[in-house]
């Protein structure tokens, strides 16, 4: 079935620094999303992309989609603590109605 | 608070045990699944429900059994479970299958 990989599983920074996560897949995607996942909470939804090209910002977060929409980021610009958490990509899949996720990035920032 | 309660928080259950877990959304939302979150490993998509219907089952293990009698609850029993099934389990809801999901806060089960 359709899988999206993330990349890296880990990253660790000091704050201040910049964090990228990348999820990519070998299959076109009709949509991104992206998600945030507190040290022992559950997943919270960041933002959904759906258009080739497309950036999207929430203060220090930019948020693209690929231009052949095989592929994302999520850039965090002057990482700070209350950053830490795992991100995740997602893509809706339309046959079974179904969100399938990437492994996750888990970011810590040392202060 | 995010409109998605899951009960209970906890669970200690031993191998020969019968339990459910439940699901409630008042969203307004038609979809709903189970995710299973094991430690340092990814979500896991277990169930889906369309419309009260399942239209995902991937590959799990019929010790779990779903059952959604309406669009706003879901349950996941559980009996007879071994203890690699210890985990974090999540349900979430979304308006439609590939839309925005919203996630309970999960109940963590411990199979002893």
């Known amino acids: 079935g359709q899988q999206v990989m993330q990349i890296p599983q880990y990253q660790h920074v000091q704050e201040g620094e910049d964090f990228t996560t990348y999820c990519n897949s070998s299959t076109t995607l009709s949509n991104i999303q992206w998600y945030k996942q507190r040290p022992g909470g559950h997943p919270v939804f960041l933002i959904q992309?759906?258009?080739?090209?497309e950036v999207k910002k929430q203060k220090r977060l930019t948020f693209q989609f690929g231009e052949a929409k095989k592929n994302s980021s999520l850039h965090i610009t002057a990482t700070q603590t209350t950053d830490v958490g795992t991100y995740f990509c997602a893509t809706g899949i339309d046959q079974g109605g179904k969100l399938i996720f990437g492994q996750g990035t888990e970011l810590s920032v040392k202060p | 608070e995010t409109g998605v309660t899951q009960t209970p928080r906890h669970l200690v259950m031993g191998m020969t045990n019968k339990k459910s877990l439940k699901c409630e959304q008042h969203?307004?939302?038609?979809?709903m699944y189970w995710y299973k979150q094991s430690a340092k490993k990814p979500l896991e998509l277990m169930f889906v429900?369309?419309?009260?219907?399942?239209?995902e089952n991937n590959s799990v293990p019929s010790r779990f059994s779903p059952e959604c009698p309406n669009s706003s609850h879901l349950f996941l029993h559980l009996h007879t479970l071994q203890p690699e099934d210890s985990a974090l389990y999540l349900c979430?809801?979304?308006?439609?299958?590939?839309?925005?999901?919203?996630f309970g806060q999960g109940t963590r089960l411990t199979v002893v």
């Open positions: 979430a809801s979304s308006r439609q299958g590939t839309t925005e999901a919203f």
């Open positions: 992309l759906v258009k080739s090209g």
């Open positions: 969203l307004g939302h038609n979809a």
């Open positions: 429900y369309n419309f009260k219907e399942q239209t």
